[in-house]
T-cell receptor, first 110, second 113 residues
Framework: QKEVEQNSGPLSVPEGAIASLNCTYSDRGSQSFFWYRQYSGKSPELIMSIYSNGDKEDGRFTAQLNKASQYVSLLIRDSQPSDSATYLCAANTGFQKLVFGTGTRLLVSP | DTEVTQTPKHLVMGMTNKKSLKCEQHMGHRAMYWYKQKAKKPPELMFVYSYEKLSINESVPSRFSPECPNSSLLNLHLHALQPEDSALYLC????????????FGSGTRLTVV
């Protein structure tokens, strides 16, 4: 079982819709979770971090964490074509060790 | 300064060459990382330096040799690479405490011919 799992997609949503990206992790000891956005040919960019159960909102982005279910999600409201990218979920599976999921490709159509 | 700077951006090298990748940050981060990313795959951890000391080596072949001359600089020395080592090499840095996200550099696109 992979440590961090994501559906590879693509997830297609129309402009203005809510995009919902999901991630599960296997290590119950993981305490910190991150969402990175990566455009094709570019490096990952940190967009959200979450450590506690519940929701965390930042602008159009909301991260959700459920440690009992070992589940992390990212909601993008009012999706824009510029949000089209691969979204990587990552978990701290040990001190100094950040493990990435395979990423979900998001396509937002105008 | 909130950036991690990597040079060069692109590198083509032969299998008998020796080259180095460089990474620099001035955010006061005490942990620095090398990741390797193949096309359509997630980044894979190679090395971690904490307070200028190598703390994690993810069983990386010895043809990759990391070096941390000081708290702001990280190098990756390359020697006798194989074509399958062609990838995007990413440097990252973070505060050296649990729960902090990494800041990535723009990467070096390496092609081994």
């Amino acid at each position: 079982q992979k440590e961090v799992e994501q559906n590879s997609g693509p997830l297609s949503v129309p402009e203005g819709a809510i995009a919902s990206l999901n991630c599960t992790y296997s290590d119950r000891g993981s305490q910190s979770f991150f969402w990175y956005r990566q455009y094709s040919g570019k490096s990952p960019e940190l967009i959200m971090s979450i450590y506690s159960n519940g929701d965390k909102e930042d602008g159009r982005f909301t991260a959700q964490l459920n440690k009992a279910s070992q589940y992390v999600s990212l909601l993008i409201r009012d999706s824009q074509p510029s949000d089209s990218a691969t979204y990587l979920c990552a978990a701290n599976t040990g001190f100094q060790k950040l493990v990435f999921g395979t990423g979900t490709r998001l396509l937002v159509s105008p | 300064d909130t950036e991690v700077t990597q040079t060069p951006k692109h590198l083509v090298m032969g299998m008998t060459n020796k080259k180095s990748l460089k990474c620099e940050q001035h955010m006061g981060h005490r942990a620095m990382y090398w990741y390797k990313q193949k096309a359509k795959k997630p980044p894979e951890l190679m090395f971690v330096y904490s307070y200028e000391k190598l703390s994690i080596n993810e069983s990386v072949p010895s043809r990759f040799s990391p070096e941390c001359p000081n708290s702001s600089l990280l190098n990756l020395h390359l020697h006798a690479l194989q074509p399958e080592d062609s990838a995007l090499y990413l440097c990252a840095s973070s505060q050296d405490r649990r729960g902090t996200g990494y800041t990535f550099g723009s990467g070096t696109r390496l092609t081994v011919v």
